[in-house]
């Protein structure tokens, strides 16, 4: 398994969730929008989601077998305990994205990086709830 730090660096955007009176997707936005715009794009989910998928790749073959995302589950897991927004809306279609029955497509018992980026557009459409084809603080909490 790779390092300690490439660990944390890859799980770094769940456990932002984990402080308290933040507005919901504040975190999310944060930690995927890789220009600092406030905006996340389908391109920026694809950059970060590829850098995710190679620190969990821990032999390299392309591919995350089912015990390589035991470790990605169990990590956004514990990185995820004691956030009051889990489970809830806006984070339930982040976390949903993230699981291993969404991302592999031919249901072969392993997520290949393809099906991995591949997946990126449902996933984006399933957060940007406003569909303005940008994801913002606007697509989390309540509806109003």
Do not use: H
């Not at 308290?20 to 600092?36: H, I, L, S």
């Not at 889990?86 to 991302?103: A, C, I, S, T």
């Amino acid at each position: 398994m790779k390092t300690l730090l490439m660990l944390c660096l890859a799980v770094a955007p769940f456990s932002a969730f984990a402080e308290g009176n933040v507005k919901p997707g504040t975190r999310f936005v944060e930690n995927w929008d890789q220009n600092a715009d406030g905006k996340v794009t389908a391109e920026e989910l694809r950059e970060k989601r590829s850098n995710v998928f190679y620190t969990f790749d821990s032999d390299e073959d392309g591919k995350l077998s089912a015990e390589e995302y035991t470790y990605f589950d169990d990590a956004r897991k514990a990185d995820m305990e004691g956030n009051a927004e889990e489970g809830k809306g806006g984070m339930k279609r982040v976390q949903g994205g993230m699981k291993m029955d969404f991302n592999d497509v031919d249901k072969d018992g392993k997520v290949s990086r393809d099906e991995f980026l591949g997946q990126v557009d449902v996933w984006f459409t399933a957060i940007d709830r406003n569909m303005d084809g940008i994801i913002t603080t606007a697509d989390f909490g309540p509806r109003t």
